[in-house]
C-alpha cells in the first residue's frame, strides 16, 4: 500500500518535471501539478493516519503486556508459590518483559521519527513542485531498518520472559499433597477464627 502510493507520487512528480511551452503544454502543467498536490496530500493524510492508528495501537499493547505479566505472575507466586522453588526463572521474566516493554517504548520513538521523516520528504516534494524546482531525492529512512530491529528484539524478550514465566509455573506447580495440605490448614484457620 505504501508502495503504491510513492509509485503514485513518483508519477505524478515526473508529469511535472516536463517543460511546457504552449498554452496547452501549460495547461497539462496546470493539471500536472494539481494531480501532484492531490497525491502528496492523500500521501500525507495516509502516514498521519498511520501514525495516529500506531499511537494507539501503541499504548494498547504496552497496558496488555505490561499488566498481563506482571498480575499473572504475582497473582501466581502469592497464591500457588510463595516460596518459589525457582526464583530465578522468575526474575529472568520479569526482566525480559521489562526489557521488552522499554524496546517497545523505543519502538514507538523511533516509529514516530520514521513517520516524520515521511511526512517530511513528503513536504519537500510539495514545496519544489510549487517552486517549479525538481523533486529533492529521497533519503533512506534510517528510522525503518531502527524498527526492525528494535521489534525483532523486543519480541525475542517477549518470548524469553514468557518461556521463563510458563517454566516458573511448571517447576512451581502445586502437588495432590500440597493442594491436600492447604485445605487443611485452611480447615484449621476456620476452627482457629
Not at 524496546?103 to 513517520?115: E, G, K, T, Y
Request: include cysteine; aromatic fraction near 6%; charge should be positive.
Amino acid at each position: 500500500m505504501a508502495s503504491e502510493s510513492r509509485r503514485r507520487l513518483l508519477r505524478a512528480a515526473r508529469r511535472l518535471r516536463r517543460k511546457t511551452s504552449s498554452a496547452r503544454e501549460r495547461n497539462r502543467d496546470d493539471d500536472a501539478r494539481r494531480d501532484y498536490f492531490n497525491v502528496c496530500s492523500a500521501e500525507r493524510n495516509r502516514l498521519i493516519g498511520s501514525m495516529a492508528d500506531q499511537a494507539k495501537a501503541y499504548d494498547q499493547a504496552i497496558l496488555t503486556l505490561s499488566a498481563s505479566a506482571i498480575a499473572l505472575s504475582l497473582t501466581y507466586v502469592e497464591k500457588v508459590a510463595p516460596e518459589p522453588a525457582e526464583p530465578l526463572l522468575l526474575g529472568v521474566a520479569w526482566t525480559a518483559f521489562t526489557l521488552a516493554v522499554a524496546l517497545m517504548v523505543a519502538s514507538f520513538v523511533a516509529s514516530q521519527r520514521a513517520f516524520r521523516h515521511e511526512i517530511e520528504w513528503v513536504d519537500r516534494a510539495w514545496n519544489a513542485a510549487t517552486s517549479d524546482e525538481a523533486p529533492p531525492v529521497r533519503a533512506p529512512n534510517r528510522y525503518t531498518r531502527l524498527l526492525g530491529v528494535i521489534n525483532a528484539l523486543a519480541g525475542i524478550l517477549f518470548v524469553i520472559g514468557l518461556l521463563s514465566l510458563v517454566l516458573f509455573g511448571v517447576l512451581n506447580r502445586p502437588t495432590r499433597i500440597h493442594l491436600k495440605s492447604q485445605a487443611a490448614c485452611g480447615e484449621c484457620h476456620e476452627r482457629i477464627a
